[in-house]
Nanobody, 124 residues
Framework: QVQLVESGGGLVQPGGSLRLSCSASGRSLDNYAIGWFRQAPGKQREGVSCISHGSITTYMADSVKDRFTISRDNTKTEVYLQMNNLKPEDTAVYYC?????????????????WGQGTQVTVSS
């Protein structure tokens, strides 16, 4: 059973940057699409980004386009979410997840294996 673990969250000022990492134990992620999702207090979970196997395709929610970038390093079985120009509305718990298929379903919420999440707080 694969277990996903997110890291890299923290407190950052508006305009700052963070890089989130998603790593896996128990199974290689090389053949699977990986998605990033977030859930802010009192709001529904939403899709942020997704990257397919082999980095063939990527998706980004409109709210983070031009600020966030998703990438993967299959040698390390890690997926990254580079977040630049962060805004207070980006404050949320960020999760990575996979449904063990090779291609993204856009930024739709998926059923599969989820990490425990990492908190991102953007505040001055």
């Amino acid at each position: 059973q694969v277990q996903l673990v997110e890291s890299g969250g923290g407190l950052v000022q508006p305009g700052g940057s963070l890089r989130l990492s998603c790593s896996a134990s128990g199974r290689s992620l090389d053949n699977y699409a990986i998605g990033w999702f977030r859930q802010a207090p009192g709001k529904q979970r939403e899709g942020v980004s997704c990257i397919s196997h082999g980095s063939i395709t990527t998706y980004m929610a409109d709210s983070v386009k031009d600020r966030f970038t998703i990438s993967r390093d299959n040698t390390k079985t890690e997926v990254y979410l580079q977040m630049n120009n962060l805004k207070p509305e980006d404050t949320a718990v960020y999760y990575c997840a996979t449904d063990f298929t090779p291609f993204c379903r856009g930024t739709a919420i998926i059923t599969g294996s989820w990490g425990q999440g990492t908190q991102v707080t953007v505040s001055s």
